[in-house]
């Protein structure tokens, strides 16, 4: 076994699924908290690893029928939504997401009600009915230049469900927001006071966290961002020691990018805790490749939406991929990679 799979013969397992995805012309879409050995395999037989922005890109441009989607529910019915005549598998359809799970449709729906005045934005982590009651959908890539765009033209915002990333988009853009009171289970867990003690350890460290992390650990952040913005800095950044504030499922890519230097998983508790950095999602853990194999083989664990609420929900995720192929454009087009207020200015309306 390695060090996070479940599986006691990784090989003949992942040679299952290389059969399986074949015979079903299925491509592997990964995200970058699941198992390292599905990870290497979405990326050896053709597939994709990324953040949830990229996922979401990769099953809807690729040419497949079927997407087997190796991460947590709403990534998978995200494609769902994206591409509803394609065949959509997944290792374990129970695999969610607390801050789903923290957001039921009615009563966010009621919250939207009662604000009829504000934008709603909501994170890419919520279930298909609460994507279908917003105007924007983002992720962790795109959430602050997003925002950034509809303050500068004065739009007040109504965010969910994640308090941290909300609250962190709302210091660095100074943007109106209301936000509900989500948590992810994993990065709420990291610590500030146990931070700075690790910090000081390791005065050369630099610190990248994901902005689902509580302020305290934020604010000794050298860099936030995505998973894939993560990953680059880890491989740009000029340190040996960088101290890792999410999922560690995200070291495996980490490590391959960047050999050499040294990894620290941030404290997820004190002293007197069992484990000092257990930083990883039970719903991501759920997916292994044996039951990847038997989703392909039997057509089990398809993700199925109603089509009239899949039409509602792309539309708000639509605008988010159109916002962020015009943010490349532009950036492209600049060479500049530093943030530009210039750059939004021609968004459409929500
Ligand atoms: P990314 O979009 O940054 O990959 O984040 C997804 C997620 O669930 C983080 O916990
Ligand atoms: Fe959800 Fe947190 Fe797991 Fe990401 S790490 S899928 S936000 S519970």
């Known amino acids: 076994m ?5 599986e006691f013969d990784l090989p003949a397992a992942a040679d299952r699924v290389r059969t399986l995805l074949a015979r079903e012309g299925a491509v592997l879409v990964a995200h970058y908290y699941v198992d390292a050995a599905l ?8 597939g994709c690893v990324g953040d949830s922005l990229e996922m979401a890109r990769f099953g809807r441009d690729h040419p497949a029928r079927t997407l087997a989607v190796a991460g947590v529910r709403f990534m998978g019915e ?3 939504i994206l591409s509803p005549d394609k065949r959509i598998l997944m290792p374990d359809l129970e695999a969610t997401c607390s ?4 957001c039921p449709a009615a009563d966010f729906a009621a919250w939207c009600d009662a604000h009829p005045d504000r934008t ?5 982590n919520t279930s298909a009915a609460v994507k279908a009651r917003a105007d924007w959908v983002v992720t962790s890539s795109i959430a ?19 308090r941290h990333l909300g609250a962190y988009v709302q210091r660095q853009t100074g943007a109106d927001m209301l936000l509900w009171q989500g948590a992810c289970v994993v990065h709420d867990e990291f610590k500030g006071v146990e931070l700075e003690l690790m910090r000081a350890e390791h005065p050369q460290a630099r610190v990248l966290a ?5 302020e305290p650990v934020l604010a000794q952040a050298d860099v936030v961002g995505s998973t894939t913005q993560l990953i680059d800095a880890a491989r740009r950044l000029d340190t040996d020691t960088l101290i890792v504030a999410t999922d560690q499922g995200i070291l495996h890519k980490m490590r391959a990018q960047a050999p050499g230097k040294t990894f620290l998983a941030a404290p997820t508790a004190g002293d007197s805790a069992t484990c000092k950095s257990c930083a990883h999602c039970p719903w991501m853990a759920m997916n292994a490749l044996s039951s990847l194999a038997d989703a392909l083989e039997h057509g089990r664990n398809e993700i199925l939406l109603d089509p009239a609420l899949g039409l509602r929900a792309k539309r708000p995720i639509d605008r988010m991929l159109d916002f962020a192929e015009r943010r490349k454009r532009r950036v492209q087009a600049s060479g500049d990679l530093a943030r530009d207020g210039a750059l939004y200015a021609r968004v459409g309306p929500a």
């Open 210 to 214: 994901h902005p689902e992390s509580p």
């Open 120 to 124: 709603v934005v909501v994170y890419a």
């Open 78 to 80: 995200t494609a769902k």
């Open 2 to 6: 390695n060090a996070r799979s479940n």
């Open 144 to 162: 602050l230049d997003l925002i950034a765009a509809l303050h500068a033209r004065g739009e007040k915002i109504l965010w969910a469900p994640d």
């Open 99 to 102: 801050l789903d799970l923290g």
């Open 39 to 46: 990870q290497e395999l979405a990326e050896q037989t053709g």
